[in-house]
């Protein structure tokens, strides 16, 4: 299994500011996963993040709202620019294991006021 | 598009009872199909995942059912304890890759003692 850690766990967040997440892998993987979950909904992909390339965004979510940086293979970070109430969510880091199962880190509970 | 469909939204079982959660899937391609469980400020944890080639998974006391030709499945926990009592999420995936997941709703179990 692979251990996956989160900074911050928490933050309260003015609105039009910005907010860069970090998520530490414990091992070597090839690619990195974000998700965002709304409160009481479930869980969305936002993008996924190889190491050595641009990230690949799913319908619905931009770079210039999402930035993603991957610069080695065990860590990650994802950043919510121009903060809006909208925005308020989990955001949670996810790697495959070697079984093609999916670890998630514990998230990061983002309040926008 | 939900793609991933899952009800009921919320289910209260006793003790010792049978939880059964129902999930169905529009896109063909889907290949793999995991269970998640979360508690409250923690990450999805895999509980059990299954795929299309086997009608029925059985780990425990928690059971995967799956059919093909409904493009439904289903989880069922046996004997249903209280620290059962979480937020389960159906997810579907299509090839090797366990972590860009197409989630369902989820259902939130609640087990009384």
């Known amino acids: 299994s692979a251990v996956i850690s989160q900074k911050p766990s928490r933050d309260i967040c003015q609105r039009g500011t910005s907010l860069t997440i970090q998520c530490q892998v414990d091992s070597q993987v090839t690619m990195m996963f974000w998700y965002r979950q709304q409160p009481g909904q479930s869980l969305t992909l936002i993008a996924t993040a190889n190491q050595g390339s641009e990230a690949t965004y799913e319908s619905g979510f931009v770079i210039d709202k999402f930035p993603i940086s991957r610069p080695n293979l065990t860590f990650s970070t994802l950043t919510v620019s121009n903060m809006s109430p909208e925005d308020s969510s989990i955001y949670l880091c996810?790697?495959?294991?070697?079984?093609?199962?999916?670890?998630f880190g514990q998230g990061t509970r983002l309040t926008v006021v | 598009q939900q793609q991933v469909k899952q009800s009921p939204q919320s289910l209260i079982v006793q003790k010792g009872g049978i939880s059964i959660i129902n999930c169905a899937y529009e896109?063909?391609?889907?290949?793999?199909f995991p269970w998640y469980q979360q508690f409250p400020g923690k990450g999805p944890a895999l509980l059990i995942a299954i795929r299309p080639d086997v009608s029925e998974k059985k780990e425990g006391r928690f059971t995967i059912s799956f059919n093909k030709s409904a493009k439904q499945f289903s989880l069922h926990i046996m004997d249903s304890q209280p620290g059962d009592s979480a937020t389960y999420f159906c997810?579907?995936?299509?090839?090797?890759?366990?972590?860009?997941?197409?989630f369902g709703e989820g259902t939130q179990l609640t087990v009384n003692p």
């Open positions: 996810s790697v495959e294991g070697s079984h093609t199962e999916a670890f």
């Open positions: 997810a579907a995936s299509i090839g090797t890759s366990g972590s860009r997941l197409t």
């Open positions: 896109n063909t391609a889907f290949d793999y």
